[in-house]
């Protein structure tokens, strides 16, 4: 069974500084898909970033940006010129592209943004 | 495209009581899933619809557990005998499956206590 950890419970940035949220992986599989998800306080989780274990290139969407380091089943967010508007849990996800479309998350990330 | 909804947001019950919640996908998402996240940890999955056939369900769901996708469209998760363990956030997710580029939106969830 695949599992992702998250070893960092919780992480500060300051606000326009550039923070790095961690995420390891295991799994026997080749293809697959990776994700970050944020969760604000209150309020629905929202896709932050995707990644596709067969594409080399680390996926980007805007200040969001990850290293995917396939043989070292690891999947790190970069957070750039952090806004106030990031504070959130952020969990790290994964999705097999075998039989079944089922999420296995991580035990999330709380991110503080300090102004 | 309203997003995902779900009913009531927040429910309180007593243990024993049945509960039943209620997810409304994104128009035209053919698959829907169920998760339970708990205080401080991921989401983890329960069951997962592709239309009105339930195609996988978790260990987690146990015989106090079923849920329903009548025609294909909105799901019903009901809960029998609750018990103080299933306190938690129900959430469910809809996708458009199609191809290898899924993605999930969640709903904003709902919170259950069981006193």
């Known amino acids: 069974a695949q599992t992702v950890t998250q070893s960092q419970p919780e992480m500060s940035v300051q606000e326009a500084e550039t923070v790095t949220l961690s995420c390891t992986y295991d799994?026997?599989?080749?293809?697959?898909?990776l994700f970050w998800y944020k969760q604000p306080p209150s309020r629905q989780m929202i896709l932050v970033i995707r990644?596709?274990?067969?594409?080399?290139q680390n996926a980007t969407e805007n200040r969001f940006s990850v290293n995917f380091q396939k043989a070292a089943k690891s999947f790190s967010l970069k957070i750039s010129d952090s806004q106030l508007g990031d504070a959130a849990m952020y969990f790290c996800?994964?999705?097999?592209?075998?039989?079944?479309?089922?999420?296995?998350f991580g035990a999330g990330t709380i991110l503080r943004v300090k102004s | 495209d309203t997003g995902v909804s779900q009913d009531p947001r927040h429910k309180i019950t007593k243990r024993g009581q049945n509960v039943t919640f209620r997810c409304d996908p994104i128009?035209?998402?053919?698959?829907l899933y169920w998760y339970r996240q708990t205080l401080g940890q991921g989401p983890e999955f329960l069951t997962y619809?592709?239309?009105?056939?339930?195609?996988?369900k978790s260990r987690l769901l146990s015989d106090r557990f079923s849920a329903e996708r009548p025609k294909g469209s909105f799901s019903t998760l009901e809960i029998q005998r609750t018990e103080q363990g299933d306190s938690a956030m129900y959430l469910c997710?809809?996708?458009?499956?199609?191809?290898?580029?899924?993605?999930?939106?969640f709903g904003p969830g709902t919170r259950l206590l069981v006193l």
């Open positions: 128009s035209e998402h053919n698959r």
């Open positions: 619809f592709q239309n009105e056939a339930q195609l996988e």
């Open positions: 997710a809809s996708s458009l499956g199609r191809g290898r580029q899924e993605t999930q939106y």
């Open positions: 996800a994964y999705r097999t592209m075998e039989y079944g479309n089922k999420l296995v």
């Open positions: 799994t026997s599989e080749s293809d697959y898909y």
């Open positions: 990644q596709e274990a067969y594409k080399q």
